[in-house]
């Protein structure tokens, strides 16, 4: 019997495998929004600081709140965060996503800090310009210091924090044009207690490689935000240093932090939940 081929690509074939195209992509972009309030805590320690007794770090970043980034998912971080009964907070950057974001849910949101008296914050590349003409950023710091957050912009604090003296300082953000090191570090090998600083973008580390710190926390990488798995390729990835994307990191004889952050941009995450992070000093 003659038998004509079957066509496997028949215009039937050719719509239902569209079909399955869109829905697939609609699915993956609905795990992905969904990753991205999926907030995960994760628990790290930094050893041999010299400290008398372990200090718990609560590190929040990136909260970016925007359409995609609700005041709950905020809150709910912080709360959640403060359940673990840090000893210091601190908060490195980027919580808005742009000028016309909303900041008036700050106070509320970070409610569960205000009676905490250790909670210090740098900024970061979307908060706007610190110095004048632009007074966005000063906007920010005033409605989030309503929840008792101080910011240090190119500042530093000796504190007392837990029994133990501690410097903290802040940079201006790297891409804002505004960092300035000499400002609130003092030369490396200076004396001094514990230095931590917050500087939001982790890039800055070279700029202040010749200055006195111990730990930086920084955030701005979103942890990738976006991941392939297995060829770990990132491709939303907004920094030089492509090693350094989240987690511990040992640098020139200092360490270095970087949290996935709480919020995102555009909405999406994938393989690369937000994150609420404990670090342990000690
Ligand atoms: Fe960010």
């Given amino acids: ?7 496997l690509l028949t215009r039937r074939n050719f719509l239902m495998l569209g079909g399955l195209g869109v829905l697939g992509t609609a699915g993956g972009i609905g795990a992905a929004r969904i990753e991205s309030k999926w ?10 600081l010299g400290l008398e007794r372990p200090l718990r770090v609560l590190h929040l970043s990136d909260f970016h709140a925007s359409w995609c980034v609700s005041w709950e998912q905020i809150h709910e971080a912080v709360r959640t965060g403060m359940a673990q009964k840090p000893d210091l907070v601190v908060l490195t950057g980027d919580y808005v ?39 966005r950023a000063r906007q920010i710091e005033a409605e989030m210091g309503k929840a008792g957050v101080r910011f240090l912009v190119n500042q530093r604090v000796d504190e007392e924090v837990s ?5 903290i300082a802040g940079l201006g953000d790297i891409w804002r044009h505004e960092a300035k090191p000499w400002e609130c570090l003092l030369p490396a090998g200076s ?20 200055y006195a710190w111990d730990v930086m926390f920084s955030g701005h990488t979103h942890g990738g935000q976006i991941k392939v798995p297995i060829i770990d390729w990132a491709p939303l990835l907004p920094v030089e240093d ?10 020139k004889g200092r360490k270095i932090h970087i949290t996935r952050g709480v919020g995102c941009l555009h909405g999406i995450r994938l393989f690369c939940p937000p994150e609420i992070s404990i670090v342990d000093l000690t």
């Fill in 1 to 7: 019997m003659n038998r004509k081929p079957r066509r």
């Fill in 39 to 48: 907030l995960r805590m994760t628990f790290k320690k930094i050893s041999g």
């Fill in 97 to 135: 996503s742009s000028r016309s974001d909303d900041i008036s849910g700050y106070g509320e949101a970070l409610s569960p800090l205000r009676d905490f008296p250790h909670c210090y914050a740098s900024l970061g590349n979307h908060d706007g310009r610190y110095l004048p003409p632009d007074s």
């Fill in 163 to 167: 029994g133990q003296m501690l410097r």
């Fill in 191 to 210: 004396d001094g207690p514990l230095t931590l600083l917050l500087s939001h973008n982790p890039d800055s580390k070279v700029d202040v490689e010749d």
């Fill in 242 to 251: 492509r090693s350094m994307v989240e987690g511990i990191y040992d640098w």
